[in-house]
């Protein structure tokens, strides 16, 4: 089950002023729903795919990713108008 199917909306959530670009929440994703970009930041380029299963918070070694409800209203807000 989906992270969106469960009814909550859970998505990995990157701190990048703590992210040191070492790529294992990339690689240990089940779903390969994070891609690490050139800079060597985590995006979430498949978030449709994302199961919520936090395996990407467990392996990250500065702590920099957690999984929780993504802030929406915040995000809107922050849209270009």
Known sequence: MSGF???LLM???LDATRCTGSG??????????????????PWLAR??????????????????IRVSRPD?????TRLPR
């Not at 294992?24 to 930041?41: F, G, K």
């Not at 978030?47 to 920099?64: F, H, Q, R, T, Y």
């Not at 929406?72 to 809107?76: D, K, Y």
């Open 47 to 64: 978030p449709m795919d994302c199961i919520g299963c936090a395996a990407c918070e467990l392996v990250c070694p500065v702590e920099a």
């Open 72 to 76: 929406l209203e915040r995000a809107v």
């Open 24 to 41: 294992r929440c990339v690689r240990v994703c089940p779903t390969d729903c994070l891609e690490l970009l050139a800079s060597r930041t």
């Open 11 to 13: 998505l990995p959530m």
């Open 5 to 7: 199917s469960r009814g």
